[in-house]
């Protein structure tokens, strides 16, 4: 079952870069920081840095909170989506794993135990 809307990952060349300039834009410090994955929490959903991939139209994919990932791509599956990105553990017990619909967009799946509806900053 779908939950809403929880994250959208910005994929940058240079992570350094981009954490600078979101910082400023955003007026906060990242809440989760790694080499490979930058988080912010804003008003309630998370904007995400990953330093691979490209930039640019394309390059961004939004994150519908699911309760269990797994389960989530094999219904997707059912319904005529294909596997963009597999089912992956990002850490601290996040999953996440995007497919193309029939029609070509990704639509990506968050499990993220952390993540609180109730978090408005």
Same mark, same amino acid.
């Given at each position: 079952m779908i939950?809403?809307?929880r994250t959208v990952i910005y994929h940058v060349p240079d992570l350094a870069k981009a954490k600078?300039?979101?910082n400023q834009v955003l007026e906060q410090e990242p809440y989760?920081?790694?080499p490979f994955y930058v988080g912010y929490s804003v008003g309630g959903f998370e904007l995400g840095l990953v330093p691979d991939g490209t930039p640019g139209p394309g390059g961004t994919v939004a994150y519908w909170g699911v309760s269990d990932a797994a389960a989530a791509v094999k219904r997707?599956? @059912?319904l005529g989506? @294909?596997?963009r990105?597999?089912?992956q553990d990002v850490g601290d017990?996040?999953?996440v794993a995007a497919v193309a619909d029939p029609f070509g967009n990704t639509f990506g799946v968050i499990e993220n135990p952390h993540f609180s509806t109730?978090?408005?900053e």
């Open positions: 939950r809403g809307l600078a300039w979101y989760f920081d790694q997707l599956e @059912t989506a @294909t596997i990105e597999p089912l017990g996040i999953r109730n978090k408005v």
